[in-house]
């Protein structure tokens, strides 16, 4: 595709519910970025994927978080029971390749509300 | 662990008012620095890509030049458009992308 895409742009939930949150990256892309930003805060690093590895999971802030990659392509950021601290701007990435560090490009977010 | 500090937090300028961002890092094996812009609502917007000390890139009314420890973002003459948050990130060994708190910028006609 031309650019980064997220879906929902908007979502809100009950407290306790499960969401799921979708990435398709630029095409071609094998490196793909998620974090989360509270509002009036800076970008906190979740996970990212080198192809539907994902090396390093440290970032995610509690088992209720989950992501996946399958095809080198779409990625879900799914969050279990969810809770208040939960509400912020989800944003996904995507760049050429990890090692190399091209330039990473975003998606327009999805902002989670947890009521 | 890959750390970025950018300062300051706000910074209110007058249109024409030339001024610079820090951002300061400690990364194990710099394989990047970027900056991005993000308007409210929206994702970052990419701008620049530096890989070495000594290295300069600019665009427009921007110029960010990379040292061993820091970086910054000269901005020369501002306008109102070029009212953001500016954010540094960079990339190490670890392949993670980490970013800095931002620096929020008005810039007032």
């Known amino acids: 595709g031309a650019g980064v895409s997220q879906s929902p742009s908007n979502k809100v939930t009950e407290k306790g519910k499960d969401v799921e949150l979708r990435c398709d990256p630029i095409?071609?892309?094998?490196?793909l970025y998620w974090y989360r930003q509270r509002l009036g805060q800076g970008l906190e690093f979740l996970i990212y994927?080198?192809?539907?590895?994902?090396?390093?999971k440290s970032g995610l802030p509690s088992d209720r978080f989950s992501a996946e990659r399958t095809g080198e392509s779409v990625s879900t950021l799914t969050i279990q029971r969810t809770q208040q601290e939960d509400s912020a701007v989800y944003l996904c990435?995507?760049?050429?390749?990890?090692?190399?560090?091209?330039?990473?490009?975003f998606g327009q977010g999805t902002r989670l509300t947890v009521v | 662990e890959d750390q970025v500090t950018q300062s300051p937090e706000a910074l209110r300028l007058q249109e024409g008012e030339s001024s610079s961002l820090n951002c300061s890092y400690t990364v194990s094996g710099l394989r990047g620095l970027f900056w991005y812009r993000q308007d409210p609502g929206k994702g970052p917007e990419f701008l620049f890509t530096?890989?070495?000390a000594g290295e300069e890139k600019e665009k427009e009314r921007l110029k960010a030049t990379l040292t061993k420890k820091e970086s910054f973002l000269h901005i020369t003459a501002p306008k109102p458009e070029d009212s953001a948050t500016y954010l540094c990130a960079l990339s190490g060994n670890t392949g993670k992308l980490i970013f800095g708190q931002g620096t929020t910028l008005q810039v007032k006609p």
């Open positions: 994927f080198q192809g539907n590895s994902a090396p390093d």
């Open positions: 990435a995507s760049s050429l390749e990890v090692l190399v560090n091209t330039e990473a490009f």
């Open positions: 095409s071609g892309h094998t490196a």
């Open positions: 530096l890989y070495s």
